[in-house]
């Protein structure tokens, strides 16, 4: 049984200040749920979530890591480093690091494999097409390649670690949510290519999220579809009364 996950990503949004005024006010209206929560903050936020979210069951994750153990990286931040802090998950390979600083398929599998050999790490896997290829009915395609690049040389049990969150670009930010039928049929393809590169048993234990414009008013339908296990939330996480609203969906 899959126990459903919502994840909201703050992306380069919220201050330490900032974060602690959210997380004073989730704990306020945080209720007994059955969902899993967590939140994906900016770097500089993370000790302060983990601290405040201590005696809570609610996550909190970092948007990106580097890859090798330590070195001459300007800028960039370790597994061991996100290990000291206490993080639960970590996004990998999000669109916007993929277009503006670039990720590859090559860098996001070198993460994946750091995350789970080095650490208990969750890495929320973000795949997804652009406009144009779904226009052009790329879309499948796009998304079995980046799953089959970006899981190469994973095993089963790394593999069924794995949080994959579909996300399709033209519905990020946009406000143009997929309708829940294309996130489902595009969820399940995602299920099925699983089941292709390992098994039944792995592709039955991935969590897979839909993530793109979900907001309180979506949130029920694109939740109620079968291959949909979750949301990762950008813009409606940042409101603690909103974020609550699409956990309770
Ligand atoms: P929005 O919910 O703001 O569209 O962002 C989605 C996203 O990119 C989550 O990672």
Not at 75 to 93: A, H, N, P, T, W
Not at 178 to 187: K, R, S, V, W
Request: with cysteine; aromatic share 8%.
């Amino acid at each position: 049984m899959r126990i459903p996950f919502i994840a909201g990503n703050w992306k380069m949004f919220k201050t330490k200040m900032e974060a602690l005024e959210f997380a004073d006010e989730f704990k306020k209206l945080y209720g007994d749920t059955d969902v899993k929560t967590a939140i994906c903050a900016p770097f500089t936020a993370l000790e302060t979530l983990v601290e405040a979210f201590r005696d809570t069951n609610i996550g909190v994750g970092a948007q990106n890591v580097h890859f090798e153990e330590e070195g001459a990286f300007t800028g960039e931040i370790s597994v061991s480093m996100l290990k000291e802090i206490g993080v639960d998950y970590c996004i990998v390979g999000h669109s916007e690091r993929r277009e503006y600083f670039g990720e590859t398929d090559e860098t996001v599998n070198l993460k994946l494999k750091k995350l789970l050999r080095d650490s208990d790490i969750i890495p929320i896997l973000c795949v997804g097409e652009n406009l144009a290829q779904r226009e052009a009915g790329k879309e499948q395609d796009i998304v079995i390649n980046q799953l089959t690049a970006d899981f190469a040389g994973l095993t089963h049990e790394e593999a069924a670690k794995v949080v994959i969150a579909y996300e399709p670009i033209w519905a990020i930010g946009t406000g143009k949510t997929a309708t829940p039928e294309q996130a489902e049929e595009m969820c399940a393809l995602i299920r099925n290519t699983v089941e292709k590169l390992y098994d039944e048993d792995t592709c039955d234990k991935v969590i897979i999220q839909y993530g793109g414009s979900v907001k309180p008013e979506n949130a029920t339908e694109i939740m109620n579809m079968d291959e949909i296990d979750g949301a990762l939330v950008g813009g409606a996480s940042l409101i603690p009364s909103k974020f609550i609203e699409i956990i309770n969906f």
